[in-house]
């Protein structure tokens, strides 16, 4: 999908639902489960779906595996919403990742932080010089985990040409304000914490989204979306508060539940997409599984 960049900015600065991979009984990719839940969300006004993030397992998918992902999922949005496609890991699999994402029609890349244990800034840009090459120059979202490398690196990646904003996915408003403000007026900042950091993020000068949620309450999150669009904090913290259950078990035991979390509750709902892999927990446990149904049981989602 070919976008204008004032049609991309107003996606990106909506929420960026962040899609699950599902898996057949053999533990294979099957795609095609997330049409319900593609076309529920979509319903709901969701307004850029994302694949290969973090909630889609990327670091547990092959690369082909990925760019099948990739494919699919562009093929099933169709022209209803523009979509972002992650990714990453070695530069030739990102760059691989890239071209098949341009070649589906993904309207922008969102680049993984390198997890590699001698990732530099410089060579950082580098990297995403070379991924921006491979797309032919598509926009490209910089997901940001790691704030460390400082508030003039950070202005260094988003002066890389092609480079459209930074999901910044760290618990720093403070730092998130200081690169903003280094950074040119046209880069888009977009929190990447979902839901739960979402208003301390506005607050600091992001906007819009990211969300698991919308795998399974896309109307939840466009609501907080709404409040805090018009600036109601109150409305969106009750909102916030609402789901909290959810997330709170999405985060036990090092965030190692939180595919798990969304999975066990899209089976509950009967939408099965299958187990999470190794190392991700699966299952949940009997409380945490106790916690999920209770939050799904009390909001009507069951």
Known sequence: MTLELDTLDKALTGISGILVTPYDAKGDIAPEKLQPIIDHALDAGLHMPVV??????????????????????????????????????????????????????????????????????????????????????????????????????IRALCEVEGVKGVKWATPNPLKLAAAKAACDPSIVWVGGLAEVWAPVFYAAGARGFTSGLINIWPERSMAIHAALENGDYPLANQLIDAMKAFEDVRAEEMNGTNVTGVKAALQAIGKDCGSTRAPSAWPLTAGQQAQMESFLKENGLI
């Open 52 to 153: 290969n993030g973090n909630t889609g397992e990327f670091y547990g998918l092959t690369t082909d595996e990925a760019c099948t992902m990739a494919r699919e999922v562009v093929a099933m949005v169709g022209e209803r919403a523009p979509v972002l496609a992650g990714v990453g890991r070695s530069i030739r699999d990102a760059c691989r990742l890239a071209e098949a994402s341009a070649k589906a029609g993904a309207a922008a890349l969102m680049v993984h932080q390198p997890p590699d244990p001698f990732v530099s800034p410089r060579g950082t840009a580098s990297y995403l010089r070379q991924i921006s090459a491979a797309s032919g120059g598509m926009p490209i979202m910089v997901y940001l985990r790691n704030d460390a490398i400082g508030t003039d690196n």
